[in-house]
């Protein structure tokens, strides 16, 4: 069965500082993946997805992820943050051997310190 | 503005009442899918459809119940409501019925407490 892990529940960063969000994955086949942002009281929002090609993706925001199939890794990336990324983000991962299903990581707070 | 909604935002329901949650979408989405967030699990699946008429469990299904009765609504019933439902529902569509190809688009959630 997929799996997801985010290893970190709580980051802080300071505003201007670059940002690496961690994401593994547990799947055999190849897999889709995805990085959602959920702010304070709202729904999700997709950042940024991989199906296949090249291994790094360009989101919105400013955000970028590199699939690593080596490491069963998809990792989230921004070069400077901004005090308006303070959310917390959920890596996912999806097959279509498990038809449109998505497994959800248990999410990494981000804070950022002005 | 097309997406997905769901009614109501809040609600409280004492221990052992009933309920309906509503989703609907605009976008002619095949696969919608009903989630539960609890802070520290992320999201969890609960139910799931691929098309009018067809539903599947996901991973905590007890408790609940759905139906797909046309391809824009997916409410989701609670039975006989328990405080350990209390979370945050989120409704999700997808396009086509196979595969994530495109992502989910999400409702912007119901926070449901049980007391």
């Known amino acids: 069965a997929q799996s997801v892990t985010q290893p970190d529940i709580h980051i802080t960063v300071s505003e201007g500082a670059s940002l690496e969000l961690r994401c593994n994955y547990s799947?055999?086949?190849?897999?889709?993946l995805f990085w959602y942002v959920q702010s304070p009281g709202q729904g999700l929002q997709l950042l940024l997805k991989y199906f296949s090609g090249d291994t790094l993706v360009q989101g919105i925001k400013g955000f970028e992820a590199e699939f690593k199939r080596s490491q069963s890794s998809f990792n989230l990336r921004k070069p400077s943050v901004h005090w308006s990324d303070a959310a917390e983000y959920f890596c996912?991962?999806?097959?279509?051997?498990?038809?449109?299903?998505?497994?959800f990581g248990a999410g990494t707070i981000l804070r950022v310190k002005s | 503005n097309a997406g997905v909604t769901q009614t109501p935002k809040f609600q409280v329901l004492k221990t052992g009442q009933s309920m309906t949650l509503q989703c609907a979408q605009d976008m002619n989405h095949e696969y919608m899918s009903w989630y539960r967030q609890d802070p520290g699990m992320g999201l969890r699946l609960i139910h799931y459809s691929v098309g009018a008429g067809i539903t599947d469990q996901g991973e905590v299904p007890n408790g609940y119940n759905v139906s797909r009765s046309t391809t824009e609504d997916f409410p989701l019933r609670l039975l006989s409501a328990a405080p350990s439902q209390t979370s945050v529902y989120f409704c999700?569509?997808?396009?086509?019925?196979?595969?994530?190809?495109?992502?989910?688009?999400f409702g912007s959630g119901t926070r449901l407490t049980v007391v």
């Open positions: 996912a991962v999806g097959a279509i051997e498990y038809g449109n299903k998505l497994v």
């Open positions: 999700a569509s997808s396009e086509g019925r196979q595969g994530t190809n495109y992502g989910y688009t």
């Open positions: 799947y055999g086949a190849t897999p889709y």
